[in-house]
């Protein structure tokens, strides 16, 4: 028999505030904070400084312009409640 893991949540909202963090809200209706200015500093998310306010959930993850997403189980396990 396979191990098979529960998946965590996914995230149902998000809103950009300052200095890069995200406000989250999770399918499980936990509510969170996550920084994501330690992302900046890799040239895949570069381009995020310019567009981190227009943050989207669509497929149970956070996206932004330029095929930019941060997956669902980093922002849940790094993520400070609140």
């Known amino acids: 028999m396979p191990n098979i893991l529960p998946m ?3 995230v149902a909202t998000a809103q950009a505030e ?3 963090q995200l406000l989250l809200t999770f399918t499980n209706g936990e509510q969170s904070r996550y ?6 500093q890799y040239p ?3 381009s995020l400084k310019k567009v ?3 943050v989207q959930v669509r ?4 996206v932004w312009p ?6 669902p ?3 849940y396990l790094q993520s400070i409640p609140i």
């Open 52 to 54: 981190f306010p227009q």
């Open 8 to 10: 965590l949540p996914r």
């Open 18 to 20: 300052a200095d890069y």
């Open 59 to 62: 497929f149970g993850t956070t």
């Open 35 to 40: 920084d994501a200015s330690p992302l900046l």
């Open 44 to 46: 895949v998310y570069a």
């Open 73 to 75: 189980d980093t922002l």
């Open 66 to 71: 330029g095929d930019i997403d941060i997956s």
